[in-house]
Every structure is written in C-alpha cells, then in structure tokens.
C-alpha cells in the first residue's frame, strides 16, 4: 500500500492510486468534487479522438480561430504566426501544453454539449469539462472550466491505458498526445524523467499526464508504467485564495507544500513500481 501525507490545512484533496484495472493502492477523499482547472480537456481529446476514429472528423481539417478563441496563459500556439491549424494539430498542442487557444477551437469544432455527452455515456458523473476557456469568467458562465473527483480521473486514466476508454484506437490516440505533456512540475516530477520526452520508457518508466493549474490548485493526472506494471493515480487539491472573503484567515498560498506532497506521492508511486 501506498501512504499518503497530505497537509489538510485550507487545503483540500481528493486523491486515488491504484493499479491500473485493479485494486485501489490509496485514497483520500476519493469522491469529492474539486475544481480541476485544465484537466478536463482529457474529455475534449476523447470526443476529438472518437470521431477522428469513427470519420466524424478529419484530422487534417484545418481550423481557422476567432477572436474569442485567442486566449493566451496555458499555450504556445497564439505564440505563432501561423495560427491555423489542422484538428490533429491542435489536439498535440492541447495535450503537450493544455493550449487554450487550442482547446477552444477543437470545442468550438465539436461542442460542449457533445464533449459531455460523451463524458456521461463513458459513465462519469461528476467530472467533466464545462465551457471553453475564458479570460473572464462572469456569472453567466459555469463557475470553473472543469471539475472532477480523484475516483472517476484514476478510472479514466485506467481505462486511457487499458484501452478501455471508447476503444482500443481512442486510447491509443489519448496516451499519444497526453505523453507529450510537458508539465511534470506535480505528482510526475518525482520520476526524474525530461519533461520534454518521455513519451518512451527512459529509467525504465513510461509516463503519460495531464495536469491543471491555477491560483488555487494543483490537479496532476494520469499513468506510470514498468515493464508490465502499471498505475493510474489522480491528485487533486484545491484552496481559498486568502485574498478572498473564502479565504479570510488562511495562513499565506499553501503551493509550495502541496507541491511538496504532491511529489511525495509520486515518489511513493515510484517505489512501489520498484518493488
């Protein structure tokens, strides 16, 4: 088993480790619905996915953006000249960057109504992605891009690696872009792996995530293999912006000690691929 040490003060987590399609390794508060930032673009890379397999798109149809898809933060792509882009593109730089500018115009493409459809009939009910990415986001808009529970993410991510997730060829597709992730600044840091490449077993761990950030969370998901073994975990933690009514009393932005134990987890994950 895999203990876990996690600072509860003002902070809150939802987490679970377990063997990819087999028992649960650890957890904590594994049903609670926190605010996951980006990661619910892994539902938009499923539905973009889905229909590359099934011909509902071409991946080489090209997307031209809107002023209301440029969204900068998260992204390199409204870094470039060339902004147009063919879906197969975009989907790369959503899953090596969480582009924003590239997630809206892949759910421009194929909707919000469409994205969480498929999510509910892949039977998550509490996770999802809710709205395109925004600058602002009023009272008119959900209140969060996406929300989730550490219980339904560790299932997905089993079943991304499983081949489980739609289909084998969906899966597939999923694991490609999501091993491109650049970001292993959480739970994947603890692997020592370049966070450039490690798209193939380097240290003799294979690796693929999605993470999610902003001023009050952390979201690190995903899947580590060795060899035959393999481990789906999802680490969720969220806070109150001390700057808030919410947030009145907190002692100072706890990042740094959920960055701290969210790489604990993942060198405790480490170990026991080790064992």
Not at 89 to 98: K, R, W
Not at 106 to 112: A, S
Not at 154 to 180: D, F, K, M, N, Q
């Amino acid at each position: 088993m895999i203990e876990l040490d996690l600072p509860t003060r003002g902070i809150r987590w939802s987490v679970r480790i377990d063997e990819a399609g087999g028992p649960v390794l650890a957890e904590h508060e594994p049903q609670r619905v926190l605010n996951t930032a980006s990661v619910g673009k892994i539902f938009l890379l499923a539905e973009v996915a889905r229909r590359f397999e099934e011909g509902a798109l071409d991946p080489a149809e090209v997307l031209a953006p809107t002023p209301g898809d440029r969204i900068a933060d998260s992204g390199i792509l409204y870094l470039f000249g060339q902004q147009e882009q063919s879906a197969a593109d975009l989907a790369v730089l959503v899953g090596a960057f969480s582009d924003n500018m590239a997630t809206n115009m892949l759910l421009r493409r194929v909707g919000v109504p469409a994205v969480a459809a498929l999510t509910r009939r892949l039977g998550f009910e509490k996770s999802g992605l809710h709205d395109f990415v925004r600058d602002d986001r009023g009272p008119e808009h959900p209140p969060a891009l996406s929300t989730g529970t550490a219980a339904e993410l560790a299932a997905a991510c089993a079943r991304i690696e499983t081949g489980e997730l739609v289909s084998p060829a969906v899966s597939a597709r999923l694991r490609g872009w999501l091993s491109a992730d650049a970001d292993l600044s959480m739970t994947a840091g603890a692997f020592g792996l370049d966070p450039l490449a490690h798209g193939f077993a380097d240290r003799g761990v294979a690796l693929w995530n999605k993470t999610g950030t902003i001023e009050t969370a952390r979201i690190d998901v995903g899947c580590v293999r060795a060899g035959e073994r393999a481990l789906a975990y999802a680490v969720l933690a969220n806070w109150d912006d001390p700057g808030t009514a919410a947030g009145a009393g907190a002692h100072g932005d706890p990042r740094d000690e959920v960055l701290a134990a969210m790489r604990r987890i993942g060198e405790q994950v480490r170990q026991h691929l080790q064992e």
